[in-house]
């Protein structure tokens, strides 16, 4: 096995000097950060000190000003828009705070809604595990409008694992839902780590929600300023207190 070979199976995600400018402001300042295959990370950090701009670099919805970001052994950074818009359909999943469903569609046509634009049908057994798994079988036909918070966040769940990408990103998935909810959807991604092998990366402000995860990144004015293994919400909180 060459080298290269053996770095693209260790990581699913990987950034290299990633900066990222809104004319004055630096929002991301040269970040460099691996994402181990299979690991569950969250990223946490002030308001403002970049968590979302790095979550979007870092899943190719947006570009860097500069440095290098790939995904498995693709640099995103050389594809062009088309080829970029089909890998982060394809390999990539995406969960927002504010779901994002499409109100006019139920919660099925929601969820087979990346495999409808990449002109792919669902494998029906994935299918069938993804919605046992969020436990949304009695709400297939459901509009978005017609289902509680954490209801739609689990169907918003759904639809990033259909296509069973390699990485999930989850931008303050939880930050709109109650404590009990939000459990269940951190939960949820918990499994999908642990029983599918996938990655994911969180971000949130929550060091309970952090504790799910296997690793702890800080981040401060668009820099890692600190990780923290083995995260337990005590950990996380008394860590965010002395930053
Ligand atoms: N589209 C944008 N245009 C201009 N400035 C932006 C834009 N997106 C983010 N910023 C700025 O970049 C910095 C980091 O923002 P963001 O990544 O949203 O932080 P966080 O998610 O940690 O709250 C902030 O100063 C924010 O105002
Ligand atoms: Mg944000």
Request: charged fraction near 25%; aromatic fraction near 6%; hydrophobic fraction near 40%.
């Amino acid at each position: 096995m060459t080298m290269l070979t053996a770095e693209a199976t260790t990581y699913a995600v990987r950034l290299e000097s990633v900066t990222k400018t809104y004319g004055p402001v630096t929002a991301l300042d040269g970040v460099t950060w691996p994402f181990p295959r299979g690991g569950f990370t969250a990223v946490m950090g002030p308001s403002g000190s970049g968590k979302s701009t790095f979550l979007h670099c870092a899943s190719g919805l947006d570009r860097p000003t500069s440095g290098t970001v790939r995904i498995g052994e693709t640099d995103i950074g050389r594809l062009s828009e088309a080829k970029r818009t089909r890998l982060r359909r394809e390999r990539i999943g995406f969960v927002f705070q504010s779901f994002n469903l499409v109100p006019s569609m139920d919660v099925e046509q929601n969820i087979t809604l990346p495999l409808q634009l990449g002109g792919t049908r669902a494998d029906p057994a994935w299918l069938d595990e993804v919605v046992r798994r969020v436990g949304l079988g009695d709400r297939l036909g459901h509009r978005p409008s017609e289902l509680s918070g954490g209801q739609q966040q689990r169907a918003a769940l759904a639809r990033a694992l259909v296509t069973r990408p390699e990485v999930v990103f989850a931008d303050e998935p939880t930050g709109a839902l109650d404590p009990r909810t939000a459990r269940e959807v951190l939960r949820l991604l918990r499994e999908t780590v642990d029983e599918t092998g996938q990655t994911v990366v969180l971000v949130t402000h929550d060091p309970a929600a952090a504790a799910w995860a296997d690793s702890v990144l800080f981040l401060d004015r668009g820099r890692i300023v600190e990780e923290l293994a083995s995260p337990s919400a005590a950990s996380v909180a008394a860590r965010w207190e002395s930053l």
